[in-house]
């Protein structure tokens, strides 16, 4: 068998020992089946033009034969395989999961709400409201959406005033954020 496994590497193209190029040059049985493995690789890749005729059919189909057979064990129905007692673990974590998932949550929003909340606050301890998370419009009132809106609700020259000068502050401050954290490299 040892020589079976030598023949097939040296015939894969791996290096054998000495000794087995000097034992397959001696042993007629080790060059038959020399000849019969190579023979078998030319017609399987298509080398060959030689026909084989029933005697390798013959031997092929008695070193099948001779093959150890290999004995399968029968696997068992899965009616028949019992399951093992499930853990205190497994029982409950259908009931803490839903627990579980909503004080994560909870946790996501809490930390939000903190850290918004200590990102709005001047260095006096003022509150302030960031532009971001503003909901009114600049004129501070929510105007309707309509042809037919009467024109009371006209912000006036001062409001304007106001509103533009808001405007440039927002501006020059995205200005001075895209100097300041933009890529040196880039430019």
């Known amino acids: 068998m040892q020589h079976k496994e030598q023949l097939s590497a040296y015939i894969d193209g791996e290096k054998v020992s000495q000794d087995f190029l000097d034992t397959l040059c001696q042993d007629p049985t080790l060059q038959k ?5 190579h023979l078998a690789r030319a017609v399987i890749r298509n080398e060959s033009s030689a026909i084989l005729d029933s005697s390798f059919t013959e031997k092929m189909a008695k070193l ?6 290999i004995q399968l064990q029968e696997q068992p129905l899965p009616e028949k395989v019992e399951l093992p007692n499930p853990s205190l673990f497994a029982k409950t974590k259908k009931y803490f999961a839903p627990i579980l998932q909503t004080a994560v949550a909870a946790s996501v929003c809490l930390i939000a709400v903190f850290s918004i909340q200590n990102l709005n606050k001047d260095k006096n301890g003022d509150t302030t409201i960031s532009p971001a998370l503003q909901t009114l419009p600049f004129t501070q009132s929510v105007q309707e959406v309509s042809y037919n809106v009467s024109h009371k609700n006209v912000p006036s020259k001062e409001q304007l005033e106001q509103q533009n000068k808001r405007l440039n502050e927002i501006l020059q401050n995205y200005q001075l954020q895209r100097r300041l954290y933009s890529d ?4």
């Open 33 to 37: 089946s020399w000849s019969t493995l």
């Open 64 to 69: 099948i034969e001779d093959e150890p057979a």
């Open 184 to 187: 040196p490299k880039a430019e």
